[in-house]
């Protein structure tokens, strides 16, 4: 069955701390993987996305991630978390070719204390 | 530029009833897609409309039923609503199938 597991449901740091949001997926042929944010009181945002070519991609706001073929993961990352950075990350899975069919983590909730 | 709206942004029904959510995507996509996210839950896929074709569809019982029309807005309907359909439901559009979705802030329903 296809899925997408992410492994913390919530995490609580500090400012300047760093961040990694671990994201494993399970689904059969080639996959587009994308990372969302939900921050308080907004709707969902693409924080960034890897469709193909170099595994490490840059999304806004210093996040970056890395899509590892051989583990099914791309897991998030951020070298210096800001209070600003306190949101809801979804990971989420699209067959190449159609990303109207994303499967979604059940999200990681981020509190970043000042 | 607008981004994906959708209406109404809050709605309470009855069980039983019936219900319509209505979303207008980015002008010039013409892909949309429907989720539904419960409390604590990411969203969940519901369908995905191109070209005003069904291109795909969830795991969700007949009750749920969409349309696209010609100007690429879409309808969400749910008949015979339950209290387990009480979520948030997201809207997203993009230009075709093979591009990045953009969603909506959701019609948040609440079945009583």
Redesign the interface.
Known sequence: AQS?SQHNHHVILSEAASLELGCNYSYGGTVNL?W?VQYPGQ????LL?YFSGDPLVKGIKGFEAEFIKSKFSFNLRKPSVQWSDTAEY?C?VSPA???????????TTLQVKP | DAGVTQSPTHLIKTRGQHVTLRCSPISGHKSVSWYQQVLGQGPQFIFQYYEKEERGRGNFPDRFSARQFPNYSSELNVNALLLGDSALYLCASSFNMGETQYFGPGTRLLVL
Do not use: C, D
């Open positions: 997408v994308f969302y709707h969902l945002q693409l996305k979804f989420a070719g159609n990303t109207g069919k994303l499967i979604f983590g059940q999200g």
